[in-house]
């Protein structure tokens, strides 16, 4: 039975996709273009190229987003707040330096030494928000300064040869090993549990408020599109993909940590006051202001979290090429920046959320990995890259102004 919104019971599915509609008609798109651009690329891909979808490519084209992934993911706390951090790249090669020295020439236990990187990551990133949000200086500014000078600190740090081999097996494993078949589909079935039991504890919480809750068949539908999506992508990855005769088979080690960071920062934006506070800055950062919220601390904050993903982009990085180099987080930030707008993250502000960020990640891993798959020249991945960039900012700005011209 359905009956009118607030009225604390549901509407009916007809109603929530009329609403949905409506939403986007009316600008509100989020990461709809990004969703299509990845069915229409993997369909366009897997025509061109039998290879592109077998278990041995989709393992690789994971494990080569992860990188990426976690980096567009950083950049978008300070997206939000309508602001740029094209330093993050490179602070995460300055941590990784400091993390080096400290295994290979210090000693130290490479856990200490992660700790430190990811420490010294989140001191960089106080000291960016200070400075914009204290000092006044332009992030732009302030960031573009850092990716200049920290490139001179990693060769000042690391010394002429300005490369050092990754002796820790555990760093090494996160982007070169699997899991047993048995634990990726364990860790599968604790996402699903957990994903579960909160969208049933956000419906409790709805009731009791005495709000509508949308129609449980929706929530069940989702549920089991999640379910099905992923659990074809464990069987897939379970499946041996060598072919020599050492089976490999099984999830990458950097899935389920990359799964994790992406489920803990979501938890962070959507359901805590921070989170709350972070939207309203980027939004409107007088607004903000005038209601009570500390607009200073929000985008420090913000500044600290980019930095401190970065640097768990850095561990991923240097995990996959087995060593840390002086130009290390030198090239990939404007991927970053580039893959967080092409999800649906808006450079004006207080809008996206960090699964768009690793959505437009995936599409541009699978640009990347679709022509390189059919020999087009390196030239072309820049040019496809770059355009798509332009329309997915194009399509921000024109959601906008219908936006607001709907208000």
Known sequence: MSVSIGSGHEGNVRQQVDAYIARVKGGEMGALPSVLSLFVLTILFAALNPYFFTQGNFANLLTQTATLMMLAMALVFVILIAEIDLSAGVTSGVAMALFILMTNKGGIDWRLSILAGLVLGTAIGAMIGF???????????????LFLGFQGLQLALLGDGGLYRIEVPEIKAIMNDNLPAWMGWGFFAIAMVVMTALNFYDRAVRARSGLANRPISLMYSKLAIV??????????????RSTSMKEISGVPIVVPIAVTVLFLGTLLLDRT??????????????????SGIKVVKIRIIAFM????????????????????????????????????????????????????????????????????????PAGINFLVTGGVLILAATVDAISRKRSSAAR
Do not use: Q
């Open 227 to 240: 379910g099905v999506i992923g659990a074809s992508i464990v069987a897939m990855l379970n499946l041996n």
């Open 305 to 376: 979290l980019c930095s401190f993903l970065a640097v768990i982009s850095g561990i991923f990085n240097a995990s996959r090429i087995g060593a840390v180099e002086a130009t290390a987080g030198k090239s990939i930030v404007l991927s970053g920046v580039a893959a967080a707008v092409v999800g649906g993250v808006s450079l004006f502000g207080g809008r996206g959320r960090l699964i768009h960020a690793a959505v437009g990640a995936l599409v541009i891993a699978i640009i990347d990995n679709g022509l390189g798959l059919l020999g087009l």
């Open 273 to 290: 006051l921070f989170g709350r506070h972070l939207y309203a800055v980027g939004g409107n950062p007088e607004a903000a202001r005038r």
């Open 131 to 145: 400075f914009v949000a204290k000092v006044g200086v332009p992030s732009f500014v302030v960031t573009l300064g």
